[in-house]
């Protein structure tokens, strides 16, 4: 039984490590921590070995490999495209994220009677594996595009427990991930036109420091949202800092 990485995977979070650790504001207990990628938000046995099998074969190492390919320091300022592929790869991660969070357990079991029959690992592993296959079967995010966003400022992304949380792109809503410190992807409506082998990528040089603070603040307010708390990652304490002082402002 290994120690499982219940809704962010440890690759991801590394991404927001700076000299093999990151900062974390856990909004329950209301202090900002270092953590790290190997022990952050885990479980030993929360996932059986097979789930973790399909996870990371199916979902987690094909992202990793595309995210890769679409780091800034490899993409430069030019204009590029990306295979229908790679597009449904990330969708596809985009939907683990909701059949990871604990919540979906909880809304499957209350539905199923057979559901409720299974070993509290084996729910795990249901809600994650069968509800991305059943995302995908009944057309995952088909009515979305995919965007890409290099954060060009000195404030750094920040990664909600919850994974993803809802912006607009465009005037549309969106839901949009970080993917690292100065990455991220969203999915929004009516953003560029496909052939038939790729996608014209949208991709938006974010260069002020006040968007970037705003788009972290809603990331803290969906997280709360979503799972009445939990925990925010970013690689700058002072972020944090900032964010914190903020959200106790909001509840005065």
């Known amino acids: 039984m290994i120690n499982s990485h219940i809704v962010l995977p440890k690759f991801l979070l590394k991404n927001f490590e700076i000299d093999h650790s990151f900062w974390y504001y856990d909004i329950d207990k209301d202090y900002v921590a270092k953590g790290y990628a190997s022990s952050f938000n885990t ?28 780091r800034p320091s490899v993409l430069g300022d030019d204009e590029f495209e990306m295979s229908l592929n790679d597009v449904l790869c990330i969708k596809r991660f985009f939907y683990s994220f909701l059949c990871r969070n604990p919540q979906m357990v909880e809304m499957v079991k209350d539905k199923s009677v057979f559901y409720q029959l299974l070993t509290e690992t084996d729910q795990h592993g249901s809600a994650a594996i069968m509800g991305i296959r059943e995302g ?25 427990n919850c994974g993803i949380y809802n912006l607009k792109l465009k005037g549309h809503p969106a839901i949009v991930f970080p ?30 420091a006040s968007i970037i603070k705003r788009m972290n603040m809603q990331a803290l307010k969906r997280q709360i949202t979503i799972n009445n708390g939990g925990r925010i990652v970013c690689s700058q304490k002072e972020e944090l800092y900032r964010l914190r002082a903020e959200y106790h402002s909001q509840q005065i």
């Open 179 to 208: 993917a690292s410190s100065d990455v991220m992807f969203g999915l929004g409506k009516n953003m560029r036109m496909e052939n038939e082998e790729s996608v014209e990528l949208q991709r938006g040089l974010i260069t002020e």
């Open 136 to 160: 995908e079967r009944m057309g995952l995010f088909n009515e979305y595009d995919v965007a890409f966003f290099i954060n060009r400022t000195e404030v750094p992304f920040v990664l909600p």
């Open 43 to 70: 479980e030993k046995g929360y996932y059986s070995d097979e789930t973790e099998r399909i996870l990371n074969s199916e979902i987690e190492t094909p992202f990793s490999k595309l995210l890769n390919k679409y």
